[in-house]
């Protein structure tokens, strides 16, 4: 019953913006965390940045200054607002969510993925 729903990929030039969005919807009790990963061709996933129900985040190194996450609690909803972007950031976006389930427990939930291209 739960889904997430990932937008706002496309195709931007270096130094362009995208903002990215993940949307929640179903049947659970709360969200604990959520977060961003990507995976470019022939490498492993890597996590982006993820936001805390207390509000803390973390960003790799990669992408510290130049990416923000958020959350809209209300909407249930993760945003990855990203600019200056570079043509190492290509890659596929995954939403990452870690909720507690109508079941008391903890379940972890991905998003289809998302493609941002960077051109340079």
């Known amino acids: 019953q739960v889904q997430l729903v990932e937008s706002g990929g496309g195709l931007v030039q270096a130094g362009g913006s995208l903002r990215l969005s993940c949307a929640a919807s179903g049947s659970f009790l709360s969200i604990n965390a959520m977060g961003w990963y990507r995976q470019a061709p022939g490498k492993q996933r890597e996590l982006v940045a993820h936001i805390r129900s207390g509000g803390s985040t973390n960003y790799a190194d990669s992408v510290k200054d130049r990416f923000t996450i958020s959350r809209d609690n209300a909407k249930n909803t993760v945003y990855l607002q990203m600019s200056s972007l570079k043509p190492e950031d290509t890659a596929v976006y995954y939403c990452?969510?870690?909720?507690?389930?109508?079941?008391?427990?903890?379940?972890?939930?991905w998003g289809q993925g998302t493609q941002v291209t960077v051109s340079s």
């Open positions: 990452n969510v870690i909720m507690i389930a109508a079941t008391l427990r903890s379940v972890e939930f």
